[in-house]
């Protein structure tokens, strides 16, 4: 299978990407849409879902790093630094995206006093189809499919 869903000159973009996205804007789109028929500040929702997906992204790069740090570790200083943020240098970790996705529904419901299982329901489908495209990118990958050892 080819992992390169486009590329414009040296630009390319993977279908692990691609999958995952579409996975998240269907998520957020059903969840929106659950929002609205519940009855709850879609608005909110909509700022949660932002800051979720920015600070996931984070978490889940900070996670990645740190259990592939052999991957990063003979790196010279001012180049490390690029690397760890360069996403394209590496992958992300499910694991840390959820943490970071979880803390900012927390601070969210904490600070505006909601109901936490109410929004956390309504992240429910884009983090599950965010997964389903996530595994399904791995196999277009097909390198990495079934993990490490």
Same mark, same amino acid.
């Given at each position: 299978? *080819? @992992?390169?869903? &486009?590329?414009?000159?040296?630009?390319? +973009?993977? $279908?692990?990407?691609?999958?995952?996205?579409?996975?998240?804007? &269907?998520?957020?789109? +059903?969840?929106?849409? &659950?929002?609205?028929?519940?009855?709850?500040?879609?608005?909110?929702? !909509?700022?949660?879902?932002? $800051?979720? +997906?920015? $600070?996931?992204?984070?978490?889940? %790069?900070?996670?990645?790093?740190?259990? !592939?740090?052999?991957?990063?570790?003979?790196? @010279?200083? @001012?180049?490390?630094?690029? *690397?760890?943020?360069?996403?394209?240098? /590496?992958?992300? !970790?499910?694991?840390?995206?959820?943490?970071?996705?979880?803390?900012?529904?927390? #601070? #969210?419901? %904490?600070?505006?006093?909601?109901?936490?299982?109410?929004?956390?329901?309504?992240?429910? @489908?884009?983090?599950?189809?965010?997964?389903?495209?996530?595994? +399904?990118?791995?196999?277009?990958?097909?390198? *990495?499919?079934? /993990?490490?050892?």
């Amino acid at each position: 299978m *080819d @992992p390169v869903f &486009l590329q414009i000159g040296n630009f390319t +973009i993977a $279908w692990y990407g691609v999958l995952i996205t579409l996975g998240i804007v &269907l998520g957020v789109w +059903i969840g929106t849409r &659950l929002a609205r028929e519940r009855g709850l500040n879609v608005d909110l929702f !909509s700022d949660m879902v932002l $800051w979720a +997906i920015v $600070w996931g992204l984070v978490g889940a %790069r900070i996670v990645f790093v740190a259990t !592939s740090w052999e991957q990063f570790a003979n790196i @010279p200083f @001012p180049r490390i630094l690029l *690397d760890i943020v360069n996403l394209r240098q /590496g992958g992300i !970790s499910i694991h840390g995206g959820l943490i970071g996705g979880i803390l900012v529904l927390i #601070y #969210y419901t %904490r600070r505006y006093k909601l109901n936490f299982y109410q929004y956390a329901d309504l992240f429910v @489908p884009g983090v599950a189809f965010g997964i389903i495209g996530g595994r +399904i990118g791995n196999i277009m990958n097909g390198t *990495d499919t079934v /993990g490490r050892v």
